[in-house]
């Protein structure tokens, strides 16, 4: 299956603090990649689609401006959490789509947690 | 919302012994999907079964869907201890744009 590159896969930051996350799709071009958000023990929630080349598409309820997503080229898309708070700490996983654009190839996570 | 129901949330089974986990979603798909994620980590894709089939296997894997009751379940036989891990199953709602929408996810606990 296709390779998905995330880093970094644990950040620790102070409150008010911006972080970016990167998310690299190794041996497939990606045009569309979709940001998810788990808390312990609880599902993904889709977060965000991030096409290359055009602005992001959020779901209802997440902040545009709070999480900044740039699919800069095929291969790169990232999230930035800005100005970020403890109720921000959680699990953000990227993914994108196969070539059939059916199922879906996983980053290995970034927990985040905000002090 | 789509958000798709699992149960059980929790399954503990001893080793050698078959786990079925099910789901259930609430509107038409084309397709639903079986993900497995181990503590801490990304999810890793197990199968996928299309709207107009019924039952798919893979391995120790069979998957099956009910389109009429909007219900799949997941049988893993002959478990392992290395199986322990969160199943969630995922659908692709007609006409969602291929947007994927997980359900709440059972964790299995496979002990020796």
């Known amino acids: 299956g296709a390779v998905v590159s995330q880093h970094p896969s644990r950040v620790i930051c102070k409150s008010g603090t911006s972080v970016k996350i990167e998310c690299r799709s190794l041996?497939?071009?990606?045009?569309?990649m979709f940001w998810y958000r788990q808390f312990p023990k609880q599902s993904l929630m889709l977060m965000a689609t991030s096409n290359e080349g055009s602005k992001a598409t959020y779901e209802q309820g997440v902040e545009k401006d709070k999480f900044l997503i740039n699919h800069a080229s095929l291969t790169l898309s990232t999230l930035t959490v800005t100005s970020a708070h403890p109720e921000d700490s959680s699990f953000y996983i990227c993914?994108?789509?196969?070539?059939?654009?059916?199922?879906?190839?996983f980053g290995s996570g970034t927990q985040l947690s905000v002090l | 919302s789509q958000q798709g129901e699992e149960d059980p949330q929790a399954l503990s089974i001893q080793e050698g012994e078959n786990a079925t986990m099910n789901c259930s979603y609430k509107?038409?798909?084309?397709?639903l999907q079986w993900y497995r994620q181990n503590s801490g980590r990304g999810l890793v894709h197990l199968i996928l079964?299309?709207?107009?089939?019924r039952e798919k296997h893979s391995g120790r894997l069979r998957v099956t869907l009910d389109t009429s009751k909007k219900s799949s379940s997941l049988l893993i036989t002959a478990s392992r201890a290395a199986d322990t891990a969160s199943y969630f199953c995922?659908?692709?709602?007609?006409?969602?744009?291929?947007?994927?929408?997980f359900g709440t996810g059972t964790q299995l606990k496979v002990e020796l």
């Open positions: 509107t038409s798909i084309n397709n």
């Open positions: 993914s994108f789509q196969g070539a059939q654009g059916e199922k879906l190839f």
């Open positions: 995922a659908t692709d709602a007609a006409g969602g744009g291929n947007k994927l929408t």
């Open positions: 041996d497939f071009q990606a045009t569309t």
């Open positions: 079964i299309r709207s107009n089939e």
